[in-house]
């Protein structure tokens, strides 16, 4: 249990910095490094406070907390994914309204070059 | 082309994607037919020289700078056509399956009926000679299931050989299905309560290349559109009405 524990708080440790450096090489735009970070932060929070971890397994009816643990993490990242789905595809939407505008947007100056 | 503001204007679009073996020939059959209407091939960022054998043909060619698939390419179409005024738009495949001289049936049935859509129907002359047996499957599919969202029957709701008048055209420039078009779409026209009829077409073999659609895709197709239309019927229309 306190192996899974250190492992948790290590890895979500680990993910913070990762996240920040990318965010500092420009390589993540911070409005998305939000949901790792947050993410990191909610299972660094949970492996170094047993009490809290407890308490979560309590709530979820959970009697092992590491498997409450397990599964928080699941659906914190669950979240982040789903999080990730939403802003895919709203990216996916003006990426095919931009192809669409620019493409008509050269049909008209076309249009107008060959009506000179 | 110029804008146009007649109330007979009709476009003929051809969405194209690496049609290079048919295309011109399909241009060619479309102005013989109707030498006064529009004609516009969509290019979805063909690899071969689909845009320039078009050209060549005498159509207009909206070229798209990335691949969008037929939905994305479609649209383009729809959006540039309601940009310039036009009242009628009658899609064709860009691989010569459709037969042009279909058009001026499809075009007198939207103009006398109150339909905003009409559908250039395979079957019902009773043609099932180029449609595989998984997409045949799926189009008995979509038939049980569209009766009961559509309210009546349709026999080829897979057909991409369509007419629509402006209001329907309106409708498709704001918001039209990105993959497998034809079955959504249907969806789409019914819960803004537009109508639509089928008329009786020749449905050819290819004039060249293949198609896109394997027994795998077949698979992917059904599911695809079979989520696509339940999310269709629970669309929430709140954010697209306020933007």
């Known amino acids: 249990m306190d192996r899974l524990l250190t492992v948790t708080m290590v890895l979500s440790l680990a993910l913070i910095v990762v996240v920040l450096i990318a965010v500092r090489r420009a390589h993540i735009r911070v409005e998305y490094s939000v949901s790792w970070l947050g993410a990191a932060v909610i299972l660094l929070v949970l492996s170094s406070e047993r009490w809290l971890l407890d308490g979560l397994a309590g709530v979820l009816g959970i009697g092992d907390p590491p498997l409450a643990l397990l599964f928080a993490t699941f659906g914190v990242f669950l979240l982040v994914f789903y999080r990730f789905s939403l802003i895919l595809s709203h990216l996916k939407d003006a990426n095919i309204a931009l192809t669409q505008r620019l493409a008509i947007l050269e049909y008209h100056v076309r249009s107008q070059q060959s009506a000179k | 082309m110029k804008p146009v503001a007649g109330p007979h204007s009709l476009l003929v679009i051809i969405p194209a994607f ?134 009546r029957p349709v026999r080829d709701p897979t057909s991409g050989f369509v007419g629509v008048n402006r209001q329907a055209l309106a409708v498709f420039s704001r918001s039209f299905p990105l993959e497998y078009p034809e079955i959504e779409a249907l969806v789409v026209l019914q819960r803004k309560a537009f109508r639509f009829q089928e008329v009786p077409c020749r449905m050819r073999p290819r004039r060249a290349g293949r198609s896109t659609i394997t027994a795998m895709r077949s698979i992917y197709f059904i599911l695809h559109v079979l989520l696509g239309v339940f999310v269709n019927i629970l669309k929430y229309e709140g954010r697209r009405r306020k933007s």
């Not at chain 2, 990335?66 to 939905?71: I, M, N």
């Not at chain 2, 729809?78 to 001289?101: C, N, S, T």
């Open chain 2, 18 to 151: 690496n049609e290079e073996g048919a295309v011109g020939f399909v241009v060619g059959e479309v102005r013989q037919v109707l030498p006064q209407a529009g004609v516009l091939v969509i290019d979805d960022c063909s690899a071969d020289s689909t845009a320039d054998l078009a050209r060549l043909a005498g159509a207009e060619v909206l070229s798209l700078p990335y691949h969008l698939g037929l939905g994305g390419c479609v649209q383009a179409g729809y959006k540039l056509a309601f940009e310039l005024g036009y009242q009628y738009v009658i899609r064709i495949d860009g691989d010569g399956q459709h037969d042009p001289r279909d058009i001026p049936k499809i075009l007198a049935v939207l103009q006398e009926s109150r339909c905003q859509m009409v559908i250039g129907s395979r079957f019902l002359e009773g043609d099932h000679n180029h449609t595989s047996f998984l997409r045949g499957l799926g189009i008995r599919l979509f038939r049980l299931l569209l009766r009961p969202i559509l309210g």
